[in-house]
């Protein structure tokens, strides 16, 4: 042998005893070394070619290596000659079974390949790597094309990886990895490719070293015909668990030194079916996503332009503003992070407030064309979808073999009732897919470093995807990271041998996820926590925290909830942040005790119960007593940034965990032998579920815009700079002036507001613009407080208040006590209205009286 073949002594000295023992031209019967599959055609001088390097690399004796060669075609020339001088080349037509002629033992050796060929009689280069696979019997099985586009020397490097014990780390005990991939870059794969694995550049099978036993099993299992075949059984691989090992080798592109040989050219067509058909299950679920999320908004997608969400306060109007101001700030080329629409005249710091800009920003063109609203029903369907979409991709992904049970732990991670809640105003708290694609990255950095992976790649896009998540929502990716690190301090407490194992990859990537996160935040954090209109923390009253009612109540919009009762127990209607029901925590805690020897599902278990420990709040009331105790929410509440957390918040972290405990049991349910112990369980589930199914969101007729505001009668009487003052003004109790605002495409600016901003000298975060004397006495009479008795100094002050809005004009439309309001503003401006069209109109800019 030449020196440059690889073959050990014990592997030479066997190819020389068979040699000695078994005949030239004799088939070999009995397992090989190395079985090499190509599809057909292939020209004699690439089978030429392989067998001399086969002979070189392998050994000549007949259990080294085996060729199989499969054709769809009853023409195959030079294979056929090839397979008739050399017993170790098999050549074998779909559907046909081989073309060798052999003895009747010979076809009693390959009955599993045949049988299998003869019940997939289909055409395409995944039914040829089908039956060739399944048809093989070498220990290791390699996968190459007819152009040997990766030269033949570099199979010695995937079987270095490949080799047991090293895994591309000599003096390891690592695993084996079921497949080496010489990279290659298929971009059709990589375009739709949602079946590759993630984290792994090679997406095809071009050049690949195969376990044999796991490549016949994962070809066994695959069901495409076509090119997309390489992705299918990639992902079946990670399915099971299985290492998938990549090595940087070079390619030949267009390589002809093989008689003129070409790798064939994809049929991008059929890949593009392929893939449809593998993703089918996955769309399913999408579909069945999409479908609920318009379950739940159906009333507000059946009258974009006069539904209003009845239980959304005056969030909707809150968030369509949000939209409309950065919109109206990137089209007009200003400061994204500050506007002066309204609170004037300090204005709103934008990064200090919910305005997602990471997909307001994005969704600019939809706003353009289609408006506000329907910008706001997007997110919320969509997002709300995505979230359950990317809650499936991970359990399924990491947890779970089932794709259902995978898809009801998605569902209710997603429309848990505290979601189903915020929906009613709070996008930042429903759009929640960034966080499943966090958690994913943060796990693979526990895993290590692995062959094409590693720590640096993975905390790069860690710190990408924060950054996003930050544009998206940053109360809930703080919420969020504190159920992370509960689960780790509780994953160090059962499992401390593998938390420290993980700790230091975990640190190592945390670290460069910092380095690429804060250079690109620092600006707009700098500007929400210094800027202008900054504020320290937001006052939520003296206790925001859930009351241990709430942990086992059901939710307004569950099937089983009771408005009342939730309405009693919460801070309002869109704040219902527990309220799972005491079947689902009863369920999940039967989950627990089932599956307690899994260490996850003990740290899980742990992480839930902190987290609804701590939405207690800092005092928690005995329920039925006048007793009330200390919550360790106290320990928390003077840290920064979470002391603007609304603490009852800290139970939606059990959403997910109820919708991951679900999966798991779900898939062990379906797993059971007896049929009587999985209707069982099913109906366990069912009993859990079906109380805290979400019920459609109500809507109410949404207020009018006044015909001054739509007509642009407006402009007359306010100038640039200069603000509108409704009656009352806008505040967090009555804000549909901010939808005047949108509609006048922000053609004016407000007295008043609804954002969060500071107010007195501590700079205290508040709900609304700081209160003055004229703003807080239209708001007594409008709702029922009698008008004082108008004297110099209410004149004076109302004067004084009007000068510090800028105001250029009062407008007072239609509405319950305008009568009074009307006779009140005329007193202290001490002239009358005019009226204009729906409504009354003082003009108080500079030069009126």
């Known amino acids: 042998m030449s020196g440059e073949s690889a073959v050990s002594a014990d592997q030479e000295n066997l190819s020389a005893d068979q040699d000695k023992r078994v005949p030239a031209g004799t088939r070999w019967l009995g397992a090989v070394g190395l079985s090499v599959v190509i599809p057909a055609p292939v020209p004699e001088q690439t089978l030429t070619t392989l067998r001399e390097h086969l002979d070189a690399h392998c050994g000549t004796g007949p259990g080294a290596w085996e060729l199989i060669v499969v054709t769809g075609d009853a023409a195959a020339p030079a294979a056929t000659a090839a397979a008739a001088a050399e017993p170790r080349i098999r050549l074998i037509r779909l559907g046909d079974g081989d073309a060798d002629d052999r003895d009747s033992d010979d076809n009693d050796a390959n009955d599993s390949g045949d049988s299998a060929r003869d019940s997939r009689a289909a055409s395409g280069k995944g039914a040829a790597l089908r039956a060739g696979v399944l048809a093989s019997t070498g220990d290791r099985v390699l996968l190459t094309d007819a152009a040997l586009g990766t030269p033949l020397d570099e199979l010695a490097r995937l079987e270095e990886v490949l080799d047991p014990g090293t895994d591309g780390d000599p003096g390891t005990d690592a695993a084996p990895p079921a497949v080496v991939l010489g990279r290659s870059r298929n971009r059709l794969v990589r375009t739709l490719g949602i079946p590759g694995i993630p984290g792994f550049r090679a997406d095809t099978c071009a050049f690949a070293l195969f376990d044999g036993d796991r490549a016949r099993a994962a070809f066994g299992a695959s069901t495409l015909d076509g090119p997309a075949i390489d992705a299918e059984v990639l992902r079946w691989v990670r399915r099971q668990g299985w290492h998938v090992a990549e090595v940087e080798l070079p390619v030949r592109r267009g390589h002809t030194g093989t008689a003129g040989a070409s790798a064939p050219r994809p049929d991008r067509r059929r890949a593009l079916g392929d ?88 969704l600019i063109p939809v706003t353009l064309l289609f408006g506000e609203t329907v910008t706001f029903a997007l997110v919320l369907t969509l997002g709300m979808a995505a979230s359950a979409w990317t809650w499936y991709w991970l359990i399924r992904r990491r947890f779970v073999r089932s794709r259902w049970a995978a898809a009801a732990g998605g569902a209710l991670a997603a429309f848990a009732p505290p979601m189903v809640s915020h929906a009613n105003g709070h996008p930042n708290f429903v759009v929640l897919f960034m966080i499943p694609l966090i958690i994913d990255r943060a796990l693979r950095l526990c895993e290590g470093p ?191 940034l979470f002391e603007s957390v609304i603490e009852g918040r800290v139970a939606m972290v059990c959403a997910p965990i109820l919708g991951l405990l679900l999966a798991l049991a779900l898939d062990r349910i379906l797993r059971l032998p007896a049929r009587e112990l999985r209707t069982l369980g099913l109906l366990g589930a069912a009993a859990a579920l079906i109380p805290v199914l979400p019920l459609p969101l109500t809507v109410r007729d949404r207020a009018p815009v006044p015909a001054f505001i739509t007509s642009g009668d407006w402009k007359r009487y306010v100038k640039d700079g200069e603000a509108l003052v409704p009656v009352p003004l806008p505040d967090p109790g009555q804000a549909d002036a901010l939808h005047w605002q949108v509609e006048a495409d922000f053609g004016f600016r407000l007295a008043g507001g609804y954002f969060n901003g500071p107010w007195g000298p501590d700079r205290i975060g508040i709900y609304g613009a700081t209160p003055r004397h004229l703003s807080n006495l239209l708001r007594d009479v409008r709702y029922g407080a009698q008008p004082p008795e108008v004297d110099a100094s209410w004149r004076g002050q109302a004067r004084q208040d009007l000068e510090y809005w800028k105001a250029g004009a009062v407008v007072l439309p239609r509405q319950d006590r305008d009568t009074e309001l009307r006779e009140l503003i005329t007193g202290l401006l001490g002239r009358e209205p005019e009226q204009v069209r729906d409504v009354w109109v003082w003009r108080v800019g500079p030069g009126e009286p």
């Not at 590693?454 to 905390?459: A, P």
């Not at 202008?532 to 569950?558: K, T």
């Open 275 to 362: 893939l449809f058909r593998l993703n089918a299950g996955g769309l399913a679920v999408a579909a069945a996503f999409i479908a609920l999320s318009l379950y739940v908004f159906q009333g507000l997608w059946t009258d974009l332009d006069g539904a209003y969400l009845a239980d959304a306060l005056q969030d909707q109007n809150q968030w369509e503003w949000f939209v409309g101001v950065t919109t109206d700030n990137i089209t007009h080329l200003r400061n994204p992070l500050f506007t002066l629409s309204q609170g004037m005249p300090d204005g709103v710091n934008l990064m200090a407030n919910a305005t997602m800009l990471g997909l307001n920003v994005p």
């Open 450 to 640: 692995r062959e094409g992976r590693g720590v640096t790649r993975d905390g790069v896009l860690l710190g990408l995807f924060a950054t996003y998540q930050i544009f998206i929502g940053e109360e809930p990716l703080l919420i969020a990271a504190l159920g992370m690190l509960v689960f780790c301090l509780a994953y160090l407490l059962v499992a401390p041998r593998r938390a420290l194992a993980a700790a230091r990859p975990l640190g190592s990537g945390l670290v460069v996820a910092l380095a690429v996160c804060l250079p690109l935040v620092a600006v707009p954090l700098y500007w929400q926590f210094f800027g202008p209109q900054s504020y320290h923390s937001v006052l939520h009253g003296d206790n925001a925290g859930n009351s241990p009612r709430a942990l086992i109540e059901f939710a307004s919009r569950s099937l089983f909830g009771d408005p009342e009762t939730a309405g009693k127990l919460s801070l309002n209607t869109t704040e219902q942040n527990a309220f799972y029901g005491w079947p689902l925590l009863a369920f999940g805690v039967a989950v627990c005790v089932w599956l307690w020897r899994s260490k996850a599902v003990r740290a899980l278990a742990i992480t839930g119960f902190v987290a609804l420990l701590l939405s207690l709040g800092p005092w928690v009331p005995v329920p039925r007593t006048e007793i009330v105790l200390p919550g360790p929410w106290r320990l928390m509440i003077k840290l920064p």
